[in-house]
């Protein structure tokens, strides 16, 4: 039920507020995409290999085709 | 009109080994055994026979002194499976050629088992290294030091189509492909330049191009390889073997990787693409293509203009829907051929507008990403060995390591699909009739290769059932027939061998 009030609310609010309305969207996607970016950094902070420098230095294979 | 683009993919693996003997053939070896072992139980391991190997055949109409011939290496593992692709060791790389398929989706689906056919070996051989041991495999094609394996592309052509045309008018698709196909790379492994001359590029593979046509597969590498050997009827068939490309992570750059490759090479089968996109200098060309991440420079046209990468790709798109108009794109699979023109769009306007747009798709822009994101957070310079990690963990193929697998890449196949193309074959090539023998009668079959299968069944000779028709021995062909055979001497009669 919360949901529910909720949502006309938002509605009324956007069209009160037309003049404004490009610049949120592009920031509400700019912001999302930092966010997932940050997560995925996160992520990357934990399963990168803890001696990626000699992981790097070790990494030698033979030439193939 | 062009034949149906039988295709398939070849990879070599990069190995790395944790314990125990540091040989890469001898780990790339156990790796193959310990998996057959693992899916076979108690069957022997039915090999590869070399009987109709000609590697030295060049497409330009002579062949190589044996002396010069590329080695064919007999000795080492070298195994069949039930789903019709092969898995062996070449030179010190574990490779998977996937069985012939006859669209892109399908050459996805069997590459994308191919990969998870390796995750599964690196699970197998565990048990054979000492405690605490493990082979890492990364699906690459360079250690970031001047050397590089292959991902091969094949595709089936008319022996008709003259040679020159298909080389002259393929090679501006091969050159300009990498801006949604390029599997991203940090740093730079041209000869005599410095790791940092380029900070980050587009393809793996661009830096090790130097010849424009040729037979070498191994050094002086050719951006069209001329290798002869259409494993068919020599005389309808030519094989395509592409060596210019980057294994993928992402689905959607293998897919459109052999897609728009099998569309432009019906255009030129069929003498419709003409010479518009002709390059003046193509191996100078894939490397400009791939050093420039902006997309913005332009390479020089035959005719002496100039166009960028993004600019050749839209002209052959054109040409592709034009192609579709007039001749229909049943040769790459009707239900498939309109979302190959449409992605091929999305991508292209994608990389147009904004590369980030396309972070879902292409793999170079999801890896220069989290390079770019890396080299922030941790306040990182270029040429930091840090980032060399990332690229290169990016293909590791350990779930719990592969950071492709964190990137948010869209997945075109199911997991179920994936999982069964594992065990069974494609129903829509000859790779169905050696998948089912081999899962039907193992201990019958005691040798295969493309064109042919042999077989033992007591005391008479063995017998070769020859395959030189890639399009015969389909599930609509010969799936009854092998259904009624309970052994493999029923199906040898009733097959007229």
């Not at chain 1, 006309?8 to 009160?16: L, Y």
């Not at chain 2, 191009?209 to 001329?226: A, C, H, M, Q, Y």
């Not at chain 2, 957070?377 to 990690?389: E, N, T």
Request: glycine share 8%.
């Amino acid at each position: 039920m919360a949901e529910r009030t909720q949502k006309p609310k938002s509605t009324t609010g956007r069209e009160a507020d037309t003049t404004a309305e490009a610049t949120p969207a592009v920031t509400e996607t700019g912001e999302k995409l930092k966010a997932e970016l940050d997560d995925l950094l996160d992520e990357i902070d934990e399963v990168l290999e803890t001696n990626a420098e000699d992981f790097v230095k070790s990494y030698v294979q033979k030439g193939g085709q | 009109m062009a034949l149906t683009k039988v295709c398939g993919i070849e990879t070599e693996y990069g190995i790395v080994v944790r314990g125990g003997d540091n040989n890469p053939v001898s780990a790339s070896s156990m790796l193959i055994n310990a998996y057959i072992a693992a899916t076979n139980r108690d069957r022997g391991r039915i090999g590869w026979d070399f009987e109709d190997e000609q590697p030295a055949n060049d497409a330009r109409g002579f062949s190589l002194d044996e002396s010069l011939a590329p080695e064919v290496e007999t000795m080492l593992v070298n195994a069949v499976l039930t789903n019709g692709a092969r898995y062996y060791v070449d030179h010190a790389h574990p490779e998977i050629s996937t069985p012939e398929v006859t669209t892109a989706r399908e050459a996805l689906v069997w590459d994308r088992a191919a990969e998870e056919i390796v995750r599964a070996s690196m699970g197998h051989v565990v048990s054979l290294l000492p405690e605490g041991g493990e082979i890492i495999i990364h699906k690459n094609n360079s250690d970031g030091k001047g050397n590089s394996y292959g991902c091969h592309e094949n595709y089936l052509l008319a022996r008709e189509t003259p040679f020159g045309r298909l080389a002259g008018q393929i090679t501006p698709h091969f050159v300009t492909r990498q801006v949604f196909c390029g599997a991203g790379k940090v740093g730079c492994e041209l000869p005599g330049r410095p790791h940092d001359h380029v900070p980050y590029q587009l393809s793996q593979r661009a830096d090790f191009f130097e010849e424009e046509i040729g037979l070498e597969t191994t050094l002086k590498r050719p951006i069209v390889n001329t290798r002869d050997e259409p494993h068919a009827d020599a005389q309808k068939y030519r094989r395509l073997h592409v060596i210019v490309g980057d294994a993928n992570m992402s689905e959607t750059a293998t897919y459109l990787k052999v897609a728009t490759t099998a569309v432009v090479l019906a255009m030129i089968e069929d003498d419709e693409l003409g010479d518009d996109w002709l390059l003046g200098n193509p191996v100078a060309a894939i490397r400009q293509v791939s050093h420039d991440p902006t997309l913005r420079q332009t390479i020089m046209l035959r005719d002496g203009s100039r166009a960028t990468a993004l600019e050749v790709q839209f002209g052959l798109l054109e040409r592709a829907r034009k192609y579709e108009q007039s001749h229909g794109l049943a040769c790459v699979g009707e239900a498939v051929a309109v979302d190959i023109l449409d992605r091929w769009e999305a991508v292209l306007t994608g990389l147009e507008s904004d590369p980030a747009s396309v972070a879902s798709q292409v793999d170079w822009v999801a890896k220069q990403r989290l390079v770019d994101g890396y080299a922030a957070r941790h306040d990182v310079q270029p040429g930091s060995a840090r980032l060399k990690a990332i690229d290169l963990q990016y293909h590791d193929l350990r779930p719990e390591r592969c950071l492709a697998l964190r990137a948010g890449l869209d997945t075109l196949v199911s997991a179920d699909e994936v999982a069964s193309a594992m065990t069974e074959p494609p129903t829509t090539t000859r790779a169905y009739f050696r998948g089912r023998c081999l899962q039907k009668y193992p201990d019958d079959v005691v040798a295969a290769n493309w064109d042919s299968l042999v077989f033992d069944i007591g005391r008479d000779p063995l017998r070769r059932v020859p395959m030189m028709e890639p399009l015969r021995g389909t599930a609509d062909h010969v799936g009854t027939l092998i259904d009624d055979s309970e052994t493999a001497r029923d199906l040898l009669d009733r097959l007229g061998q």
